[in-house]
């Protein structure tokens, strides 16, 4: 059993937190940003430090090899994201190419034996918090093999003309890709012959690891879900002239609508399926004006596709009746299945987690993740670290550096294990 | 009886929906805009064919006068606005200024005797539409007269640097009113030493006229009322990773409490009670996340002010206890009490009604008026016209032009009424 370091995983992150400091504990780094810059700058002299190789394609992705003892073998790769959400944490992301980088740096420093080219990768754009959507660069290297429906929603043309949603950054996304100083050759992008096994090493972002005790995770599947919009519509009229019996307001119809999904999606009895309604929007939203149009969001994810067809049932039901005189349509968002993993890999996990000594568990993840789409292309797996209080896309995210070596060297000797697996 | 003219109104309705025509049969005319100027002009052309002598004071408030046979006896009013919300109708607001020139028009065509002058008044920026907030003028005129907790919201200087809310409208309200050619002298404010009574007619804007076959309605009073804000605060978390038992979901306690508000002021078995939550805030309103605090408003209109703390205590309570997990605060943002029209105004409407041959009825207001103001100034009634569907601020507001002619012949009776009442 191969140990990574504590006192080296502890200077990554505190090293990295500075790229991107936003002044309250956490960071914003954008995608190809100045700040994505520099985290991307450290990667490279470190990697180098150990004689990696660095390689870049078309799409910023960034790739650290360090080469094995059989040169024809394909490399199996730590693959995760330098890019942050506004006002994010230092873990969402950069802790996979860390504990991808404290993986090699360790097999270096050991002089641990191993057949395959091990890589860590950074794939750009993974937050699409600047230049939406999220999943974009991993969406479009991976566009042919997905399904068409996801497919769709991420076309090289498309998601080169996307636009900036923040204030001060002009450029779009194809723009701030022709400037960037880590652009390489479209030749260097991942793909199934060179590259044999993939782990993607992240936070929970939840707080079950932390209730059970557990350091780590070995992830089984990403849930499937849908998003729907639920669409209120009565009239407006003025708050202190009209009576209450003759009114259609559709705030007090989304409400009663609301506290219905939530008591019958409840009585499924299903306490590991989770449904969200984080979006409303009410029209015209004026304090003396009773609300004319309300629509909210739905968000929905279990494993089983027969649960979430149960709760799209629930959501369809909404439209058959009316909600305080008001009329109720729904609109499918999106929706993708559930994506398990690879089974060679997620034993090799479940080993070396056993063997590390720590407490683990199996677990599910909630969100979404570039790993999802290259699951596509390769074998992939992940493995998720403990996050206090469940809490990310925010400042106060936290992982003890104890924690994220355990990741470290989980991922390590998991991909030793697929060393030996793969020939 | 003396009757007003269906035709003479009909023109004049058609004449001023020109001004500001928003295109799909409303307008939008905002205080002092160039629409606004437009059917100033339109007032000082007819209101100067008849004779009418026209003032104007240093907040663009106009006055056209025909004189009376008593030279010292003072003016009696019909006061209303020129300007429009957004995409409103062609009947809130110009509908009184219309019925005072109808009036006019009539006493000076069938040459009627009547002691005191006579009087029609624009008073500038009832809407706010542009530079909030509503009844800003009548506030600054009226302001040393007002309760304190009404009076601090319209100071002067506070009201001159008074902010667009709409784009393309660069100009503070000082310094809108300081460029319109309809400014004149503060001299020619509207005082109790000039003025005795006032009538406001304006459109009803509610179902109440319509839903009991009357053209007309003698308004006793305006409702008081209170504006509250509901606070709701839990902690952010992913939609996809945080277990639904663990969570505390602003949003849905926010739908719990509206339920909660609606079931219990319902209990209090009181119709004629009305309350509205017109705005919702979600934050960060974001559909993969859950949302940590949500804040909707609360309006509430009753005449008695025991029954309007009924309800406040309901609205209190919901501080009291926690909902899903979140807690409740609470904000008082206004409140005023029920303004009763003068009883002596009042009873001349009614007979002027009643002499009319029109179906009326008493009715009580709603919405806010400029009238509201003006009664701590000077003795003040209103007169409500029948709308369709009880429509308002919309392009689709209407009043047939018989009703708006009902309802100026009721303003000229009961005008004549107080002519020969006041000495």
Redesign the interface.
Known sequence: MYKCSVERMADKINTFSKYGDAGHGGITRYALSEEDNMARAEFVKRMEAIGATIEMDDLANMYATIPGSNPDAKRIVVQSHSDSVKNGGNYDGILGVMTGMEALETVVEQNIPHEHPFTVMICTNEEGSLNPPAMMVSGIVCNDLLPKDLAKNFQYDDMMASKPMVDGFPANFGEMLKNSPYRGDKANRINADKYCAMFETHI?????LEANNNEVGAVQFV?G?F?YSLIFKGF???????????RH?A??A???A??YL?DEI?KLGR??????????Y?H????????DEVE??L?V?HEDPELRAKVLDIVKSVTERKWAGCTAEIRE?WKRDTVYWNEDLKGFVEEACEESGANWQKIQ????HDAQFFSYMIPTTMVFVRTKD?????EDEFATPEDCTVGATVTLNAMLKADKFYK
Chains 1, 2 share one sequence.
């Open positions: 929970e972002q939840g707080p079950i849930m879900m998003n407006a009229a003025h708050a202190g002239t009209f009576p209450m019996d003759k307001d705030l007090y989304a409400s009663q609301l506290i939530h409840d306490p590991e399926l989770v449904y969200t309604t984080g979006e409303i009410c015209p939203c004026v304090h003396t004006v009773i609300p909210f969001s968000d994810r968002n993840a909630g969100a979404g469940g809490i990310s896309h925010s």
